[in-house]
């Protein structure tokens, strides 16, 4: 069965600083893998997707993710952290034979300090 | 394009009432799903309908109902509602086909207490 791991609960960064966010799946073939915020009290927001191609997808809001197949990761990255990006972040995996829905993971709680 | 809408956004039950949530999307989209979210857990699926007069189980099914009620619109019932139902429950949509995979949309959400 696929599964997604986000090892980090909660993630505190200073505002004008990097970020990774770290996201490992199982699955047994090609994933389609996805980012997703839910900033508080609201739905979900597609970030970005990854389904082919190159390794590095570039997303919505200044954020990038990396597949790495052999690390079986998923990282969500961003150069420059605004105090807007505190959310939570979902990652998650899709696909499989028959399989139409998603497998998420536990999420990240990003909290921005000026 | 109103995207995904859900109603009602909050919702507080005694245990043992039931209730039905409202999905509606206008995208045109055949799959639809209903998904709970639950601190530290993520979103689990509860049922999804992969095309019009279809439904499947998730995760998560018990104690939940499902209808398609047309293309546009899927439902979801509560019919004894229980503590552990207390949630945030979202529905999404999505194109589909044969073969790949096709992104989701997500509704806004529907706040349950069940007391």
């Known amino acids: 069965a696929q599964s997604v791991t986000q090892p980090d609960i909660h993630i505190t960064v200073s505002e004008g600083a990097s970020l990774e966010l770290r996201c490992n799946y199982s699955?047994?073939?090609?994933?389609?893998l996805f980012w997703y915020v839910q900033s508080p009290g609201q739905g979900l927001q597609l970030l970005l997707k990854?389904?082919?191609?190159?390794?590095l997808v570039q997303g919505i809001k200044g954020f990038e993710a990396e597949f790495k197949r052999s690390q079986s990761s998923f990282n969500l990255r961003k150069p420059s952290v605004h105090w807007s990006d505190a959310a939570e972040y979902f990652c998650?995996?899709?696909?499989?034979?028959?399989?139409?829905?998603?497998?998420f993971g536990s999420g990240t709680r990003l909290q921005v300090q000026p | 394009n109103a995207g995904v809408t859900q109603t009602p956004k909050f919702q507080v039950l005694k245990t043992g009432q039931s209730m039905t949530l409202q999905c509606a999307q206008d995208?045109?989209?055949?799959?639809m799903y209903w998904y709970r979210q639950d601190p530290g857990m993520g979103l689990r699926l509860i049922y999804y309908?992969?095309?019009?007069?279809?439904?499947d189980k998730g995760e998560v099914p018990n104690g939940y109902n499902v209808s398609r009620l047309n293309k546009r619109e899927f439902s979801l019932r509560l019919e004894s509602a229980a503590p552990s139902q207390t949630s945030v429950y979202f529905c999404?949509?999505?194109?589909?086909?044969?073969?790949?995979?096709?992104?989701?949309?997500f509704g806004p959400g529907t706040r349950l207490t069940v007391t």
């Open positions: 999404a949509s999505s194109d589909s086909g044969t073969g790949g995979f096709y992104e989701q949309y």
């Open positions: 995208m045109n989209h055949n799959s």
């Open positions: 309908s992969a095309s019009e007069g279809t439904t």
């Open positions: 990854y389904f082919s191609g190159d390794t």
């Open positions: 699955y047994g073939a090609t994933p389609y």
């Open positions: 998650a995996v899709g696909g499989g034979a028959g399989r139409r829905a998603l497998t």
